[in-house]
């Protein structure tokens, strides 16, 4: 039940962050609250703490990301969300989700025909970088122009979540 809860969620976050480039944050409180009214409810209460840990050690790692302007806020928030959804598949989801993610953002840059210029663009952010010895926010960021080369992380994340609910799928039948 938690997964189909997740995946509407998912589903949900990738429609606004389609129509309005972000996920409300009514949406991710909501799917926080009820990830862990699912947790009290299904008789794993105890599990709160361990769950509520691993998602401020995964905030931690992403964090980063978000002080780099690479990933959204919205975007962290559901990520955090999934791990009272998903428990211990979360590895397997984010695992899943990241690859969907860089076959999306190749599949878009193709289909922009900006594939070579994101690449030197990146390629001259890393050099600059180290040429001045700080890390600095990615320059894309700077005015969020998704149509140019900004890829919705929740895209990537639904696609994600499908893998993870074939994956569950293949290894019940077999």
């Known amino acids: 039940?938690?997964?189909?809860?997740?995946?509407?969620?998912?589903?949900?976050?990738?429609?606004?962050?389609?129509?309005?480039?972000?996920?409300?944050?009514?949406?991710?409180?909501?799917?926080?609250?009820?990830?862990?009214?699912?947790?009290?409810?299904?008789g794993q209460g105890d599990q709160l703490i361990r769950?509520?840990?691993?998602?401020?050690?995964?905030?931690?790692?992403?964090f980063p990301l978000w002080l780099l302007r690479v990933?959204?806020?919205?975007?962290?928030?559901?990520?955090?969300?999934?791990?009272?959804?998903l428990k211990k598949d979360?590895?397997?989801?984010?695992s899943c989700g990241g690859i969907a993610l860089a076959m999306l953002s190749l599949f878009y840059m193709i289909r922009r025909k900006n594939l070579k210029r994101r690449c030197l663009l990146f390629y001259g952010y890393v050099m600059e970088c180290i040429r001045e010895q700080r890390i600095k926010p990615y320059p894309f960021f700077k005015n969020r122009d998704v149509s140019d080369g900004g890829i919705q992380v929740s895209y990537g994340l639904l696609l994600g979540q499908l893998c993870l609910c074939l994956i569950r799928i293949y290894h019940k039948a077999g």
């Open 51 to 62: 769950w509520g840990t691993t998602a401020i050690i995964l905030f931690f790692l992403l």
């Open 71 to 85: 990933i959204g806020a919205g975007d962290i928030k559901l990520i955090l969300t999934g791990v009272f959804f």
């Open 1 to 42: 039940m938690e997964i189909a809860i997740y995946t509407a969620i998912l589903l949900a976050a990738a429609y606004y962050d389609w129509k309005e480039n972000r996920i409300p944050n009514v949406l991710c409180l909501f799917a926080a609250g009820l990830g862990m009214l699912l947790l009290f409810t299904g």
């Open 90 to 94: 979360i590895g397997l989801f984010l």
